[in-house]
């Protein structure tokens, strides 16, 4: 098992920034990834960000340029940073843990924190 806490969500302008954290702990194994989805009202949740355990990444083209996801392998934690918020970066965002088991992936979620971008 592996638990995820989320923190750093919050209300901010738009323009501004904000850090979300998300610490894994439990059943830690190397070669995970972790990443970052959103969901807002009425919408799917999408990946928003996610990194490899050698610390490769990809974004969803809305946040590109804008938003940088970064991880602390001793502790275990990702990292997103977002600058330049928009209303529409408005969503719940969870954090994401995948590991491949040779068979399948194993995935975990965070609860969620809110972030908030007012105009």
């Known amino acids: 098992q592996v638990q995820l806490v989320e923190t750093g969500g919050g209300l901010v302008q738009a323009g501004g920034s904000l850090r979300l954290s998300c610490a894994a702990s439990g059943s830690i194994f190397r070669g995970n990834r972790m990443g970052w989805y959103r969901q807002a009202p009425g919408k799917q949740r999408e990946l928003v960000a996610r990194?490899?355990?050698?610390?490769?990444?990809n974004y969803v083209d809305s946040v590109k340029g804008r938003f940088t996801i970064s991880r602390d392998n001793a502790k275990n934690t990702v990292y997103l940073q977002m600058n330049s918020l928009k209303p529409e970066d408005t969503a719940v965002y969870y954090c994401n843990y995948d590991w491949w088991d040779g068979s399948r992936y194993q995935t975990y979620w965070g609860q969620g924190t809110q972030v908030t971008v007012s105009s």
């Open positions: 990194i490899t355990y050698d610390a490769s990444t």
